[in-house]
């Protein structure tokens, strides 16, 4: 088998339990013409495994055009999925600013990859175990707050003219806010700074450099650099 | 950030880690095979922890999905208003793929890749 995949073993072993499941599916879908033709080869059919039960069964899944159709739709449904979970279950970098856009962006994925009349139901039962799972537990305005801080995500939200998404997450920082900080003075500070940070007015915001590094500076950079 | 498991003894532990932009510190490992694991007690014990490190040092204390974890969550965020719960985001993107491995139309075939992955040529 080896020597059809060009080496490299079907199995890939993951940093969580489910996701090994998945990125089997991925390995297994990206050997499938191989694997057909080793199936349909002499080297199998001479092979003594070719006569066993067990043998019989695998020819007959590989050979089968159902079961690589569904294993391309499970891999729709589940690779901008894990595109997320590498990011949160790395330690490249803080995920918390990164993870409510990641998220919208996998479901988008989702939604056009099974954009036909005729997958609309399996599409319905996904996004509604995705809504389910992440609404109520992720949708939390501590995430909403992160990504409004993170001018890389916000500004390309406002210069889109997207207000009801740069009001939503403004919601979230105000709630944060509120909840973190106490002291009214010190909460109206800190809400006059944002208001000027959303339209880059103030000697902090609005120079050249502060706005050319929008998109590669980090939230955490942009902090240092402004206090 | 706290995560409950069971050791081949059969003992519950709860490891508690922090996490900061410096990076990711363990901070101690709790047996508490001998106490039952209802949202209170978690909470009490979330709530030490917090008190340990200092309430305004902490932003967000994430837990795993458990149940009793997100009970514990709601009742520390009433006792200590400044700091927020969440579970754990890739344990929910974890349980999210389980479900979608679930559905009728995907169970049958992944269960054959799988054959296929464990037939050794």
Redesign the interface.
Known sequence: MREKTGGADLVRPAATRFATSFLTLKSLYKHKDPLKALFVSEKWTGNKLAKTKAGEDVHDIVLSTEFWNKIEDCLRASAPLLIVLRVVDGDEKPAMSEVQALMDHAKEKIKLSFAIPSKKRLLDKIMEIIERRWEKQMDHPLYGAALYLNPGKLHPLIEKNDDETVGQLRGCFLDVLARMVEDEETSDKINAQAMDYECLRGDAFSNKMAKQNLDSMSPRKCCIFLF | MSDGWSDRRGRHLINFLVNS?EG?YFLESVDASSEVHDANMLANLLEKKVDDIGKDKV??VVTD?GANFKAAGKLLMERI??I?W??C?????????????N?E??KK??A??????N???
């Open positions: 932009p990711t932003v967000q999905n208003p400044t927020f969440s579970p985001a890739a344990h929910c993107l974890d349980l999210m793929l389980e479900e979608i491995g559905l139309a995907f075939h992944i054959r890749a799988k054959a296929c992955d037939f050794h040529l």
